[in-house]
């Protein structure tokens, strides 16, 4: 049976089946940083970056182990926002599955634990960034409830630090959001450097 357990230190050494795809974001998304400031070609995901998310929010940090013990997939993300601004929220910083174990609503399932733990912490919304010419994902999220918040202008960079694509902003809002406010699209895109 599979077991979705909490991702600990190990499963860094044992989940490369998993992010050896190129949509899984490792390296290629530039990190919020202060207006003006462009670090060109810095890889963001490093052995730090995912300890940095196991200490911080390891509740957020779930993985899918199957019985034979390959790791089948993994969502890692967080709290973060103001409460007072009705901004306190859940985000999805990667979720990926193992090509051979897709279509068995194992991403579902992740988001899902995403989306109770969020909840539970009594987030207005979850909320992820997603390549815009990612169909496959763009289309599941909307499936899972999500819509398009906002576009995020070359949010995404190449491995040599230039813009290299577009990301969607993608939301759903949760309980604690009763008019749905959270989730009413921007009229237009923002940049990387605008948002919080
Ligand atoms: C996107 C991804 C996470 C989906 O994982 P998954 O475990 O296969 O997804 P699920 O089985 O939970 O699918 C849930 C629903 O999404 C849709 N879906 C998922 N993959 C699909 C595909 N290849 N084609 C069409 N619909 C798809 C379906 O509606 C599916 O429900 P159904 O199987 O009942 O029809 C996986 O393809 C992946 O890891 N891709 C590479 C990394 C990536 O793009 N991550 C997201 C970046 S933000």
Known sequence: ????RAF?????????????DPLTETVSFRC???????????????????LQYLAHWPEYFIVAEAPGGELMGYIMGKAEGSVAREEWHGHVTALSV????????????????????????????????????NQVAVNMYKQLGY???????EYYS??????????????????????????IPLPHPVRPEDIE
């Open 8 to 20: 600990t230190c190990d499963d860094l050494f044992r989940f490369n089946n998993i992010n050896l």
């Open 98 to 133: 193992a090509p051979e174990f897709r279509r068995l609503g194992l991403a579902a399932k992740l988001m899902e634990l995403l989306e109770e733990i969020s909840e539970k912490k009594g987030g207005f919304f979850v909320d992820l960034f997603v390549r815009v010419s």
């Open 1 to 4: 049976m599979t077991s979705l």
């Open 147 to 153: 819509s398009v918040y906002r576009t995020v202008l």
């Open 32 to 50: 919020r940083r202060p207006r003006g400031r462009r670090p060109r070609g810095a890889p963001q995901y490093g052995i730090p970056f995912y």
């Open 158 to 183: 190449a491995s040599n630090g230039e813009p290299d694509e577009d990301a969607y902003d993608m939301r759903k809002a949760l309980s604690r959001d009763t008019e749905k406010k959270s989730i």
